[in-house]
């Protein structure tokens, strides 16, 4: 069974920094593109970056410049630096990873961190 565990949410000042970690467990052949989506308190769930199992990334409009993902694909980890935080990036972080099983492929979540923004 795959699993997805984040760490690294917590409560910081605007124009802070917080560094968010996800690793995957579990019997995977490769992982595919791996990526962190946010949930803000009545809004849907936004893609914020994402990476390729070859380092290609795209992030969305409002975090870039502030924000950077990185992938560890020995240790199945992928993390986002996250600098210049503002009010509005509070919410919780999702990570997202579509591995290969044998099977086939498919996508897994963790179970969010939460990241409040003080302003």
């Known amino acids: 069974q795959v699993q997805l565990v984040e760490s690294g949410g917590g409560l910081v000042q605007a124009g802070g920094s917080l560094r968010l970690s996800c690793v995957v467990s579990g019997s995977t052949i490769s992982i595919n593109a791996m990526g962190w989506y946010r949930q803000a308190p009545g809004k849907q769930r936004e893609l914020v970056a994402a990476i390729t199992s070859g380092g290609s990334t795209n992030y969305a409009d409002s975090v870039k410049g502030r924000f950077t993902i990185s992938r560890d694909n020995a240790k199945k980890t992928v993390y986002l630096q996250m600098n210049s935080l503002k009010p509005e990036d509070t919410a919780v972080y999702y990570c997202?990873?579509?591995?290969?099983?044998?099977?086939?492929?498919?996508?897994?979540w963790g179970q969010g961190t939460q990241v409040t923004v003080s302003s």
């Open positions: 997202n990873a579509n591995a290969r099983l044998w099977y086939g492929d498919s996508d897994y």
